[in-house]
């Protein structure tokens, strides 16, 4: 790809470090991250656990202040963006209040952001079907399965039309065979919303299958060990994981993570 | 319905007979000493029945503290002279009477002290320095008697010129708070760390926080201390009334004490009892239609 084709950097992070202080000492939880990600990427983040992942993440979105470096998202601050609401955020656990309905819960933040009465509903109707909850909006989240409620969760996180989708281990919780659907569904959001998403997972071959850019962490300190970019097409059948390509990155960033856990068990 | 109702009723019938075993042998000795004054035998069974009808017993058998209750209420304003029937206001020796003032100052104290409650609460919750200076207070009002309380305040208040419904509203608001404190402390900061950043994400004002997260989550815990705090807002009204003597179970109470009416004081008793009920019943039907409201009740 050219240069001239190249989409904009969206998020940007140089020589970022953060140091949690705690009692037993500073923990160093990201360590010289350097990192662009450009518009309408799929970048998943993976590691195993301490490796800062969730924690990159959550500075990405001014949920944690870094200690050094610089980090720009969509070219503001990450406070800036925040306040700019430049993204919408997925945790693990759908997080769904429970006093309000499917509907009710994608609304929030379209009520706190001053949407219009009629423009709310007319939201939460595309963004529910979007992620094919049409017909339960009425419902109350625990009358929904795990896998529905991670969906009313993608779907209010999409409400309010954020370029961005930061998403932190969104089906972690979730078995195997929803995980799978919802990988598939996912996609195809991706493809239809154009957003550019970042996505933290321990799961190998989930991180293979999504993304256009695979971030492979390591831990103590938290840094970045490879950076893959993906060479399957955008269109990605749940079959395309027996082919050779898909093994062959599977592999490599198994690999990653090894170097990352050898070079740390070898000191 | 009726396998819930079969062990509370077993459980009554259980207390009854065991009160009514109790009556016999504190009743008996007045028995024994009559008998034995007018130089004669008495009989095991007529004892025994003898001790379920005394006029001033030790412990009043339970069917005679039910006949009081009725008498000092439907008979009382149906056929007594002072009663609503005949008078057209309710007799000032019914329970009712003294029920509805008791009533009265309990709402009062009820309202003050959640009102006051959930502010102090709200306080806490968003203020550091309230945070760590009243918390301590309040636990500390809490450890003084409040039936030592009760009268100084009467006094002072009375000094001031306010005397009647409001100190004994004050006296019950003293006891309702502190449950509501505590409830409302612990369900306001009940939201959790991903949902308060949630919130963030969304870049919500501190108002936005409070309406649509940390007021919702603590809606369970404010009807649970509610519970608590009608009860206590009743517990505290009668024992203002003690001292001020203008009406009330309280008075009842004190009154059936002065004069022997063990009777008397055990229907009071009842009729508190029966009230206390009523209430924290009526708080605990709001919470269900407030909570399946908000799709909190399954």
């Known amino acids: 790809m050219s240069d001239v084709a190249a989409p904009p950097v969206v998020i940007e992070a140089q020589g970022l470090n953060l140091t949690f202080t705690t009692n037993d000492g500073p923990v160093h939880a990201l360590k010289d991250i350097n990192l662009s990600i450009h518009k309408g990427e799929f970048v998943s983040f993976i590691g195993p656990s301490g490796c800062g992942k969730t924690t990159f993440l959550r500075t990405i979105a001014d949920l944690e202040q870094p200690t050094g470096g610089t980090l720009s998202v969509n070219g503001m601050s990450a406070s800036a963006a925040r306040k700019a609401r430049a993204y919408g955020y997925v945790f693990q656990a759908a997080g769904l209040y429970p006093w309000r309905t499917i509907e009710g819960n994608v609304r929030l933040p379209l009520e706190i952001m001053g949407f219009s009465k009629a423009d709310q509903a007319e939201r939460a109707k595309r963004v529910l079907e979007l992620v094919e909850l049409s017909g339960f909006e009425k419902k109350f989240p625990w009358q929904l399965s795990g896998g529905m409620q991670q969906r009313a969760s993608i779907a209010r996180a999409l409400a309010f039309d954020a370029d961005i989708l930061l998403m932190d281990e969104p089906f972690g919780a979730l078995d195997e065979i929803v995980r799978d659907r919802l990988n598939e569904e996912l996609l195809k959001l991706w493809a239809r919303t154009q957003k550019t998403i970042g996505f933290v997972t321990h799961s190998i071959p989930e991180a293979v299958y999504l993304s256009t850019k695979i971030v492979v962490m390591s831990p103590r300190p938290g840094r970045i060990t490879d950076i893959i970019d993906s060479p399957l097409p955008k269109e990605r059948p749940l079959e395309i994981r027996d082919s050779p390509e898909f093994i062959a990155i599977a592999h490599r960033v198994r690999e990653g993570l090894r170097a990352g856990y050898d070079q740390h068990e070898g000191v | ?298």
């Open chain 2, 1 to 298: 319905m009726k396998s819930r109702s079969f062990p509370v009723l077993t459980v009554v019938a259980a207390l009854l007979a065991l009160w009514y075993i109790a009556v016999i042998p504190m009743n008996a000795q007045w028995e024994y000493d009559q008998a034995s004054r007018a130089g004669r035998d008495l009989p095991f069974g007529e004892m025994v029945a003898n001790t379920m009808a005394q006029e001033r017993p030790v412990l009043p058998a339970p069917h005679q503290v039910v006949a009081e209750l009725w008498r000092s209420t439907v008979v009382e304003e149906a056929t007594g002279r002072r009663g609503l029937w005949r008078s057209g206001s309710l007799s000032n020796r019914s329970l009712v009477y003294h029920g509805l003032i008791t009533l009265s100052a309990t709402m009062l104290g009820f309202v003050i002290g959640t009102g006051g409650g959930i502010l102090l609460a709200i306080g806490i919750v968003y203020n550091k320095a309230m945070d760590t200076s009243v918390m301590p207070w309040a636990i500390a009002s809490q450890t003084i008697p409040i039936i030592a309380l009760a009268p100084m305040i009467i006094v002072v208040l009375n000094s001031v010129g306010i005397s009647g419904l409001v100190p004994k509203a004050i006296i019950a608001a003293y006891l309702s708070f502190f449950p509501v404190v505590v409830g409302m402390v612990k369900g306001l900061r009940a939201p959790d760390a991903m949902q308060l950043d949630l919130m963030k994400t969304y870049s919500a004002s501190g108002n936005d926080v409070f309406a649509k997260l940390r007021l919702p989550t603590s809606m369970p815990y404010l009807f649970a201390s509610l519970k608590v705090g009608i009860a206590a807002a009743l517990v505290g009204t009668i024992v203002g009334e003690l001292p001020v003597q203008e009406g009330g179970l309280g008075v009842r109470l004190l009154s059936g004490s002065y004069y022997g009416q063990t009777i008397q004081i055990w229907a009071a008793l009842f009729a508190a009892a029966i009230l206390a009920a009523g209430l924290v019943g009526i708080v605990a039907l709001i919470e269900r239609r407030v909570l399946k409201r908000m799709g909190m009740a399954q």
